[in-house]
């Protein structure tokens, strides 16, 4: 028997799925270990929606197996395995929040107490309020709590912040923490990049229905960004700075030197080891979005290629 920091929740083989000669999901592999929060990330049409809907058991692949926790997704969601966010989905207006959170519970033979579930959510001073007096935010901790009432082991969400300023998404992410920390899986898509790499111990990313990516946020920055190491060299030479590690081009503005490099660590290591202490070393660059811009731009490229 597996253990249980081992076991998969999720186990992806060769996924297909078609819509006409659209390749929605093109042979997708992907295991989800349980306990761990991932972010599917990914430029619109990459197949993000059609795997989250199959795993939901919404959607039939053409090819390949699905399983959750052991289970075809359907028969899953049947036993309460899986919680689903989506995007859409909407409350009677004159509603309780109460009324709502006790709808969902009564949907399951064990549900989470109500208590627990507000306070999950942040939702427990707010009880009493009618669902069409909530803020956008506090709706989308309603339908958070919506999709936890049965306590399950896996929680999917499609783009559960969109929309919400950055209070809203961090008190939304408040909860998801809470919620993870009990041990329990979640899978989240999301255009927000540095918000994945803010929530998620690991981020996936799609392209052309496939694997572009799977690392952590660290590791997917430092492997698609480039770098500028810049400092001020006055009238000395920039022989030889284009042969440091890493350094991919040597631009020099007036009396500051520019190295664009894939590895920024090593290009100023050796720069220090070579040519002394140098004045004003600054760097620049590197953030999530860059990475992901230039791994789906890499993708389209090979795409057309
Ligand atoms: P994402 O969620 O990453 O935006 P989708 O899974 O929605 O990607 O879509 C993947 C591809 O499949 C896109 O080219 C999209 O146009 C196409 N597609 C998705 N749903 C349908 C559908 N019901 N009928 C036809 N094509 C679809």
Redo the contacts with the bound molecule.
Sequence with gaps: MPTQQTEAAVTITALHKS??N?R??DGLDLELAHGSTVALL????????????TLLGLLTPDSGSIRVYGHEPAEAVSKGLIGAMLQQGAYPNSAKVREVLNLARNLYRKPLPLDLLAETADLTDLLDRKVNNLSGGQVQRVRFAFALAGDPKLLVMDEPTVGLDVDARQLFWRGVRRFAATGRTVLF?THYLEEADAAADRIVV?TH?KLAADSTGEEIKHRFTTRTVSFSIGTDSSEGLDRLPGVLSVEIHGERAHLRTSDSDATVNELLATRGPVRELELSGGSLEDAFLSLTSAAAENQEA
């Design positions: 819509y006409g659209v929605a999901v990914g430029p619109n049409g990459s197949g993000k929606s059609t795997t989250v809907n898509s799609m229905g």
